[in-house]
T-cell receptor, first 111, second 108 residues
């Protein structure tokens, strides 16, 4: 199916563990983004990518790692999860200067 | 770095009243986009403004882009309960930095 999908939808992990959130889009959009959404903070950009093998830091990149070996995938890894990374994570994709399409989100809880 | 602020943070209105949210950027924007996020949902694109002073309408929604391309507004006429959600502006198309959002609650 065409679109942008995130997995898992829900995840509970322990402090210190590594966890990877997946994002896959079928439009071949050049741009992909990762955001976290917390109450009172809106949507904050973690990392973005302009094309395969090109990634750049956003507003809140510390504690996160991304890669983009293929245009359609943009995984986000928390190398050593902390409680402060409990949040809802959204992935999005777009062409430059065009509307962004968002995934359904991943609700991550770090205990 | 670029900052995009929105006011108000929250707005509660009676159904039928008008609503306006304002978006202000610390830097000049090449364009601005508006998104709506329903409770429990994901952001959905509403519109994009590109030209200085541009005004666009979508039924009861009116969007404006400031002359200096550093601010924008969204005005909803005669709100309905279906307008409930959080409205975000977003600028800087390659980074897509979002504003802080305005949460709209509409009471019937």
């Amino acid at each position: 199916d065409a679109g942008i999908t995130q997995s898992p939808r829900y995840k509970i992990t322990e402090t210190g563990r590594q966890v990877t959130l997946m994002c896959h889009q079928t439009w071949s959009h050049s741009y992909m983004f990762w955001y976290r959404q917390d109450l009172g903070h809106g949507l904050r950009l973690i990392y973005y990518s302009a094309a395969a093998d090109i990634t750049d830091k956003g507003e809140v990149p510390d504690g996160y790692v991304v890669s983009r070996s293929k245009t359609e995938n943009f995984p986000l890894t928390l190398e050593s999860a902390t409680r402060s990374q409990t949040s809802v994570y959204f992935c999005a994709s777009s062409w430059l200067g065009s509307e962004a399409f968002f995934g359904q989100g991943t609700r991550l809880t770090v205990v | 770095g670029q900052q995009v602020m929105q006011i108000p943070q929250y707005q509660h209105v009676q159904e039928g009243e008008d609503f306006t949210t304002y978006c202000n950027s610390s830097t000049t924007l090449s364009n601005i986009q508006w998104y709506k996020q329903r409770p429990g949902g994901h952001p959905v694109f509403l519109i994009q403004l590109v030209k200085s002073g541009e005004v666009k309408k979508q039924k009861r929604l009116t969007f404006q882009f400031g002359e200096a391309k550093k601010n924008s507004s969204l005005h909803i006429t005669a709100t309905q309960t279906t307008d409930v959600g959080t409205y975000f502006c977003a600028g800087d198309p390659d980074k897509l930095i979002f504003g802080t959002g305005t949460r709209l609650q509409v009471f019937p």
